[in-house]
């Protein structure tokens, strides 16, 4: 079985420019969650998503930042215009979430993005 | 707010060596508890999965305690070896949310040295 995936490994822009990172969850995972560390700090929360709905946004920094999850399947975070504090690596993460007690979320390796 | 603070941030053993990491977390009130590793470069692997009601966990050489009503997980690390060097980290599955975010420590870079 395929586990999460994340498209780009790495991205390199401009400050102004856009970027858009996109995650492919495990099959048969309804909850898809965006996670983020900057450098020097602790992974953090963005959002998650159940199936396609927004169920919890509040980790998102500002509204520069969009996600999407069309159709419940993959899902994009755009980053537009990108800030130079935007820097670090953006994980998603799925899960089944049958109970909350038990749910384990798998993680994808990461997109490193660097604005320079 | 829920905060998890991980101590040492770094460690460096010999091969052998029993060793601990130390995982604290400001509000009991979770759902769950979860130890992960990540190697350089790759995304997070989950090691353990403690629920709110259980004090203990175990996995091969790996062994991970809970005391919820002092805030505290310890992960213990038995015979260590060199392919255990990698970042640990700690996050809770704090009550006060959705329950949808996992709040992680800063992690705890161990090295083991042959």
């Known amino acids: 079985e395929a586990g999460v995936t994340q498209f780009p490994s790495h991205s390199v822009i401009e400050k102004g420019q856009t970027v858009t990172l996109r995650c492919d969850p495990i099959s048969g995972h309804d909850n898809l969650y965006w996670y983020r560390r900057v450098m020097g700090k602790e992974i953090k929360f963005l959002l998650h998503?159940?199936?396609?709905?927004?169920?919890?946004e509040s980790g998102m920094p500002n509204n520069r930042f969009l996600a999407e999850r069309t159709g419940g399947t993959y899902s994009t975070l755009k980053v537009q215009p990108a800030e130079l504090e935007d820097s670090g690596v953006y994980f998603c993460?799925?899960?089944?979430?049958?109970?909350?007690?038990?749910?384990?979320?798998?993680f994808g390796p990461g997109t490193r993005l660097t604005v320079l | 707010k829920q905060e998890v603070t991980q101590i040492p941030a770094a460690l460096s053993v010999p091969e052998g060596e029993n060793l601990v990491l130390n995982c604290s977390f400001t509000?009991?009130?979770?759902?769950?508890l979860q130890w992960f590793r990540q190697d350089p470069g790759k995304g997070l692997t989950s090691l353990l999965l403690i629920q709110s009601s259980q004090r203990e966990q175990t996995s091969g050489r790996l062994n991970a305690s809970l005391d919820k009503s002092s805030g505290r997980s310890t992960l213990y690390i038995a015979a260590s070896q060199p392919g255990d060097s990698a970042t640990y980290l700690c996050?809770?599955?704090?009550?006060?949310?959705?329950?949808?975010?996992?709040?992680f420590g800063e992690g705890t870079q161990l090295t083991v040295n042959p």
């Open positions: 509000d009991s009130a979770i759902y769950n």
């Open positions: 996050a809770v599955r704090p009550a006060e949310t959705s329950g949808s975010r996992l709040t």
């Open positions: 998503f159940v199936k396609e709905s927004k169920q919890d």
């Open positions: 993460a799925s899960s089944q979430r049958l109970a909350l007690s038990t749910d384990t979320q798998y």
